[in-house]
């Protein structure tokens, strides 16, 4: 009981809690039937604490502090991004690993012919605690399916996807 009242309650991320079996796999959303695990929200939260306490944050003003605020960012994120894989499902679109390389290859393009992959890789652990197949996974990805699905029907896809993150297909276990 008490560990059900720190993960959908308080949010426990402590290490001693992450190593609890299955702590990482319980829960913590439901988007029309793809289920959203406390492991995607830990991602997320471990992502914004590291930016947090780094040289853009700082020179942005931001806090380091792991507020409730930043606590539930981190949960709609998560949630997001099952609510994009869903629409993408329905769309029936298909987004592969090449697609995403690719994507992520014109991300890099854009930052400049300077910029080595080493440094790539250095940004990116150092903002927000990812390697390059992590920032794929949790950033290109969604982000080229959500741009995608809003290129079919950019004058109504952000009010459809608002209004799908908060109607009867989404389940929401943590509050915050």
Avoid: C
Wanted: without cysteine; negative net charge; hydrophobic residues 45%.
């Amino acid at each position: 009981m008490a560990l059900a009242y720190g993960i959908y309650r308080a949010q426990w991320d402590a290490a001693w809690v992450r190593q609890v079996p299955l702590v990482g796999h319980l829960p913590v959303a439901r988007v029309d039937g793809e289920t959203v695990v406390y492991r995607d929200y830990l991602l997320q939260l471990d992502a914004a604490r590291t930016y947090l306490s780094g040289p853009a944050a700082k020179a942005q003003g931001l806090s380091p502090e792991i507020t409730s605020e930043v606590r539930s960012l981190s949960y709609e994120r998560a949630v997001r991004i099952a609510a994009i894989n869903v629409l993408a499902r329905r769309e029936q679109l298909v987004v592969t690993p090449l697609d995403v390389d690719r994507a992520y290859d014109g991300l890099v393009a854009y930052a400049g012919t300077s910029t080595t992959s080493d440094e790539i890789q250095i940004f990116l652990r150092d903002q927000f605690g990812w390697d390059i197949p992590s920032f794929k996974q949790y950033i290109v990805r969604p982000a080229l399916i959500e741009d995608t699905l809003k290129q079919r029907r950019p004058e109504v896809f952000d009010q459809e996807l608002e209004a799908f993150l908060h109607g009867e297909s989404v389940e929401r276990y943590m509050t915050f």
